[in-house]
């Protein structure tokens, strides 16, 4: 489960670069696209450079193409609720997947661990949420937010990729499985680009693509070993692993912290006393979550 948590600490790097690029540096659905683009041509590259390639069975091919194109298909959609300008939400929403995952696991892949540890994984949920709270979010008001459903058909899409996933790792290891998975999404960036990239979009790529490139290699190494990383845990349990990776949330807000004190334009945080100590007390719901799952 140290792998899972390890995941956390890798998401939590992607948050904050994907926050720097989104805001400073590129249109979301123009990084998006370069980023994903990289990593699928580099992925197979570096992983079969020194694994053996394994073919997948037929049967092995439904779980993997169903986890990839969740996978791809969701994380397009949340970049392009990122586009409607209600970031805000996202975060909190996405920290509820375990939600999703822990009904959906006991269903489709027999993953049950007591009450006990179900409660303690709605505990960190909970304290993910408050980590990633921010001034003027009110629970109500997230009703009227444009993208709240965008973000929750996101995290119910992730949530299928999950459950795809663990039986596919049965079977094949998840250096092979990682490979595959990026390479299935080749076809589907081709196909998305009529839909989703616009004029705009055109303009930025081809303007920004060059000086934006050592962010893209960055953003490649560190998604590459948070996807190793989540699909190793993933083989054992999805339900624990997703509600370990949730400690993400802690880890943002503390190396977020650390940002704004050395440099405040990388990403740009001020916040109240009451956020900070809403963040704080998320941040010990976590780690007591945490610590009660693994003694």
């Given at each position: 489960m140290i792998v899972a948590i390890s995941t956390g600490l890798f998401f939590a790097l992607r948050n904050i670069l994907n926050k720097y690029i989104i805001?400073?540096?590129m249109n979301p659905i123009s990084w998006f696209y370069l980023y994903t683009a990289i990593s699928v041509i580099l992925f197979p590259i570096i992983i079969w450079s020194f694994t053996p390639i394994e073919f997948p069975?037929?049967?092995?091919?439904i779980y993997i193409m169903v986890s990839s194109i969740?996978?791809?298909?969701?994380?397009?959609i949340f970049i392009y609720a990122l586009t409607l300008g209600d970031v805000t939400t996202a975060m909190p929403i996405l920290s509820s997947?375990?939600?999703?995952?822990?009904?959906?696991?006991f269903i489709f892949l027999n993953e049950f661990y007591g009450f006990g540890v179900a409660g303690w994984i709605m505990v960190i949920v909970l304290g993910a949420m408050l980590t990633s709270w921010k001034e003027g979010m009110k629970v109500k008001d997230l009703a009227k937010n444009k993208a709240l459903g965008l973000f929750l058909f996101t995290t119910f899409l992730w949530s299928i990729m999950d459950m795809a996933t663990k039986p596919a790792l049965q079977q094949i290891d998840s250096f092979n499985f990682t490979s595959w998975w990026n390479l299935i999404q080749?076809?589907?960036l081709l196909i998305f680009i009529p839909f989703v990239f616009k004029e705009k979009e055109i303009k930025d790529l081809k303007k920004k693509w060059k000086p934006i490139f050592p962010y893209v290699l960055l953003e490649a190494m560190i998604f590459f070993a948070s996807l190793i990383t989540l699909f190793?845990?993933?083989?054992?349990?999805?339900?624990l692993s997703e509600a370990l990776v949730a400690t993400q949330g802690l880890i943002?807000?503390?190396i977020g912290f650390l940002i704004t004190r050395i440099n405040p334009k990388i990403i740009a945080e001020k916040?109240?006393?009451r956020i900070y100590l809403l963040r704080l007390a998320g941040s010990i719901l976590i780690l007591i979550g945490i610590y009660q799952i693994l003694v």
């Open positions: 805001s400073n540096r069975s037929m049967n092995l091919w969740t996978g791809f298909v969701g994380g397009l997947r375990p939600i999703f995952v822990l009904p959906m696991s080749a076809p589907f190793y845990a993933f083989k054992f349990s999805v339900s943002t807000v503390a916040h109240s006393k």
